[in-house]
C-alpha cells in the first residue's frame, strides 16, 4: 500500500482505578493505521475495543504509551487541545446517533464547524452539501425525533464528515438499526472508503466485519489478531 | 507589520468571540424555550425579588419624603414649644373636684426668649382654642388659633384667597378672622366666605381670608405637630378679648377649668445651624422659671434629623430583605441549572466529541443563566415600577422610585445569574467527556 500511517498507538495501556481496584482495561497494544483503510475492531464484549476507541478518539488518554496522530503527539496534551484535535481531524459515528434533540438537521451538522468558528454562511453551505450527499436534502430542517433510525444515523454521518477528518471514528453505527437500514449506512461507509476516507468501526458483528479491509480482533486488552485482505 | 498583524488577529478572534455568543444566546433561548414552564417558573423567583426591592424602596422613599415634608412644614428653622399639662396634676386631679388648673406658657416666656436668647428672629405666640364655628345652621368643629400676622409665614401655611389680618387688626382686637380651606367648603359651601361673617358663641368675626387646603395622606398622623383639619386664625388680642385666659372643658360630668396664657410659642431662628443651640437655651431658661414641666419643644429641624436616620435603618433593613429574595432567586436560577447540567449531560459529551472546549460548555450554560436571570430582572424592573403606581392609586400612599433603585436592582439580578450559574456550568464542563457520552 502507498498510504502513510495516519495513526500510530504503540505500547499503550489503560488503568481504571475504581475505589481501591485497579482494572487495566488494556494491556500494551500497539497497532498502525494506514490512511484509506477501512477498519473493524472486533471482540467480546468488556476486551477493550470501545476503550480503544476512546483512546483513538481523543477523548481520553493513554495510562502508559504513546498515540500519534496524522503526525502529532497526542498521548500527554491538554484537554483543550484535545478538544481542538477533536474538532479538527476526527469525526465521531455513534451507536446511538447521539443527535442534540433540540437542533433541526442542519443544525447537528453545523454543530463540529461551530467549534472551529467558521462564519455561519459557510457552515451552512457545507451543511447542505452534507445533507444532500447522504440523502436528507428533504429532511434539513426536520428535528431528529421527526426521523426514522437510519435517517437519524445518516444525519450522524453527516455531522462527522463536516470538518472534513483525518479519520472517522464509528462505535457500532448499525448497532441500533434494522438490517435495511444498516445496510443504507454500511454503503455510505463503502462509498466514504472509496473516496478514499479512513474509517475505524467497532463492531462484534462479523458480517460487517467481512465487508472491512483490516479486520483487527481483541481479547482481554490485547491485540488477538490483525488481518489484512 | 507586526503590530499590524496583531490588529488583524485581534479583529479575528473578537469576531469569532462574537459570533460564537450570539449562537451562544441563540441556542440558550431555543433550550430555555423547549422548557417554558420550568424556565417561567424559575424566572419567577428574580422577578418577585427585583420586583420587591424596586416596590418597597419607592414606598419607603413616598412615605419618608412625606413625613419630611411635613417637619419641613413645620419649618426646619423653628423651634415650637408647646403647653402641656404637667404630668402631676394630671395624676392627682380627681374627677369630682373642680378646680383652675394654671400651667403653660406665658407672656413673661415669649418676651424672655425674644429677648434674652440670641439667634432668635422672631417669636410668634398662639392661644389655641378648641370650639364650634357656626355660619348660621352649618357648625364646624374647630381649633381656632390666637396668634400675629407671622404664624402662617412662619410655619408653611399659605394664603388662598383674601388677606391675612393686619398689625393694626391685631392690636385693636377686632374681630376678624381667616378660615381654612376645609372648613370654608362646610360653612360656605356655595358662595364665596370672603366678607362673611361667622359666629362662635355669641360673637360674630368677619372672614377676611381663605388658607390653601393642606395636602393630606395616610402617614400624617405620625407627627404630633400635625396641622389640624379644621383651623380658624383670629388676632391674638381678639382671642384675649373674648375667651379670657381660663378655659373649661367638660369631663366625665364634671366641669374642669384650665388657665393657660399661651399654647405655643414659635420661634424662629436666623441662622440654620444654630437652631439646636438655641433650642437648648430655650429650655435652659424655661426650665429655671417653670418649677412643672408643662411645656414640650419641638424641633423641627431635630425630627427631620431622626426621620433621615429611621430613612436609613429603613434602607438597610429593606436592602437586607431584598439581598434575602435575591439570594432565594438566585438559589432556585443554581437549581435549576444543576439539574439541566444533569438532564443535558450526554448534550454535552456530544458536544466536547465534536470539539467543544470546557470554556465553550460554560459559556453555553452560564449565559442561559444570565438570560434566565436578566429576563427576571427585566420583568421585575417592571413590575416594580407598575406595582408602586398601583399602591399610590389604591392606598392613597405617595411612592417615589428613584433612578438607581431599578438600576441597581437589574445589576443585581443579573450578577446573581452568573454568580449562581457559575457553578453548574462549571460541573458541567468538568464532566470527562466519555463519562458523559455513556450518560442516559
Keep these: 500500500m502507498s498510504s502513510h500511517v495516519i495513526a500510530r498507538i504503540k505500547d ?124 436528507l436534502e428533504s429532511r434539513m430542517h426536520h428535528k431528529p425525533f421527526e426521523l426514522s433510525g437510519g435517517q437519524q444515523q ?76 | ?51 420587591s426591592v424596586i416596590a418597597m424602596l419607592a414606598i419607603g422613599e413616598g412615605a419618608s419624603s412625606e413625613a419630611q415634608d411635613q417637619i419641613k412644614n ?69 381649633e381656632i388659633f390666637g396668634t400675629t400676622t407671622l404664624y402662617p409665614i412662619l410655619r408653611n401655611q399659605h394664603l388662598g384667597q383674601g388677606r391675612f389680618f393686619t398689625e393694626g387688626e391685631v392690636e385693636a382686637g377686632q374681630n376678624v378672622c381667616v378660615i381654612g380651606a376645609e372648613m370654608a367648603d362646610r360653612l360656605f359651601p356655595i358662595e364665596s366666605p370672603l366678607g362673611k361673617d361667622v359666629r362662635i358663641g355669641g360673637d360674630y368675626y368677619r372672614v377676611v381670608g381663605v388658607m390653601d387646603p393642606i395636602v393630606r395622606s395616610a402617614t400624617s398622623e405620625e407627627i404630633s405637630t400635625a396641622i389640624p383639619v379644621h383651623r380658624m386664625f383670629i388676632p391674638i388680642e381678639t382671642a384675649k378679648i373674648h375667651f379670657g385666659e381660663v378655659l373649661m372643658k367638660r369631663r366625665s360630668g364634671s366641669f374642669e377649668a384650665e388657665k393657660v396664657a399661651l399654647h405655643e410659642i414659635t420661634a424662629k431662628v436666623g441662622n440654620p445651624a444654630d437652631v439646636l443651640k438655641v433650642s437648648l437655651a430655650i429650655k435652659t431658661v424655661l426650665e429655671k422659671f417653670h418649677a412643672k414641666k408643662d411645656y414640650e419643644i419641638v424641633v423641627p429641624l431635630e425630627l427631620l434629623r431622626r426621620a433621615e436616620r429611621t430613612k436609613q435603618i429603613f434602607n438597610i433593613v429593606l436592602g437586607s430583605i431584598a439581598g434575602i429574595s435575591l439570594l432565594v432567586g438566585g438559589i432556585g436560577i443554581m437549581n435549576i441549572m444543576l439539574a439541566n447540567v444533569t438532564e443535558r449531560t450526554r448534550e454535552i459529551g456530544i458536544r466536547r466529541a465534536l470539539g467543544a472546549k470546557r470554556r465553550d460548555i460554560i459559556t453555553q450554560f452560564l449565559v442561559e443563566a444570565v438570560i434566565l436571570s436578566g429576563t427576571g430582572g427585566v420583568l421585575g424592573v417592571i413590575l416594580g415600577i407598575l406595582v408602586p403606581f398601583l399602591v399610590s392609586y389604591l392606598a392613597g400612599m405617595k411612592t417615589i422610585i428613584t433612578l438607581w433603585s431599578p438600576l441597581i436592582a437589574f445589576t ?26 455513556r450518560h442516559d
Excluded at chain 1, 40 to 46: D, K, L, N, V
Excluded at chain 1, 216 to 222: A, I, L, N, Q, T
Excluded at chain 2, 14 to 43: N, P
Excluded at chain 2, 110 to 135: K, S
Aim: charged residues 25%; aromatic residues 8%; hydrophobic residues 40%.
Design chain 1, 12 to 135: 499503550v495501556r489503560k488503568i481504571y482505578r475504581m475505589g481501591t481496584v485497579e482494572v487495566e482495561v488494556l494491556r500494551g497494544v500497539s497497532l498502525d493505521f494506514y490512511s484509506g483503510e477501512y477498519i473493524s475492531i472486533m471482540g467480546p464484549s468488556g476486551c477493550g475495543k470501545s476503550t480503544m476507541l476512546n483512546l483513538l478518539g481523543c477523548l481520553d488518554r493513554p495510562t502508559h504509551g504513546s498515540y500519534i496522530l496524522d503526525g502529532q503527539d497526542v498521548s500527554t496534551i491538554e484537554d483543550d487541545e484535545l478538544s481542538a484535535i477533536r474538532g479538527r481531524k476526527l469525526g465521531f459515528i455513534f451507536q446511538s446517533y447521539n443527535l442534540i434533540q433540540q437542533l433541526s438537521v442542519l443544525e447537528n451538522i453545523e454543530v463540529p464547524l461551530f467549534y472551529q468558528g467558521r462564519p455561519e454562511e459557510e457552515s451552512r453551505a457545507i451543511a447542505i452539501d452534507l445533507a444532500k450527499l447522504v440523502g
Design chain 1, 154 to 229: 445518516r444525519v450522524g454521518i453527516a455531522r462527522s464528515l463536516a470538518n472534513d477528518p483525518v479519520v472517522l471514528l464509528a462505535d457500532e453505527p448499525t448497532g441500533n438499526l434494522d438490517s435495511t437500514s444498516g445496510k443504507d449506512i454500511l454503503k455510505i461507509f463503502a462509498d466514504l472508503h472509496a473516496r478514499g476516507k479512513t474509517i475505524i468501526m467497532v463492531t462484534h458483528d462479523t458480517g460487517i466485519g467481512q465487508l472491512t479491509t483490516r479486520c483487527v480482533r481483541f481479547s482481554d486488552g490485547k491485540v488477538e489478531s490483525d488481518v489484512r485482505r
Design chain 2, 1 to 51: 507589520m507586526f503590530d499590524v498583524k496583531k490588529l488583524k488577529f485581534d479583529k479575528g478572534e473578537f469576531y469569532f468571540a462574537k459570533q460564537r455568543l450570539k449562537r451562544a444566546v441563540r441556542l440558550a433561548i431555543k433550550t430555555l424555550w423547549l422548557h417554558r414552564l420550568r424556565s417561567l417558573l424559575t424566572v419567577l423567583g428574580i422577578v418577585f425579588g427585583v420586583c
Design chain 2, 74 to 142: 413645620l419649618g426646619s428653622q423653628n423651634i415650637i414649644i408647646h403647653s402641656v399639662k404637667p404630668p402631676e396634676e394630671q395624676k392627682g386631679s380627681n374627677a369630682r373636684q373642680n378646680y383652675v388648673l394654671d400651667y403653660g406658657l406665658n407672656y413673661l416666656d415669649l418676651a424672655r426668649i425674644q429677648i434674652t436668647i440670641p439667634g432668635v428672629d422672631v417669636v410668634v405666640p398662639a392661644r389655641i382654642i378648641r370650639d364650634y364655628v357656626w355660619n348660621i345652621t352649618e357648625r364646624v368643629d374647630c
Design chain 2, 412 to 437: 443585581i439580578s443579573a450578577a446573581v445569574g452568573v454568580i449562581f450559574g457559575m457553578y453548574p456550568a462549571r460541573r458541567a464542563a468538568e464532566m470527562d467527556p466519555v463519562e458523559a457520552l
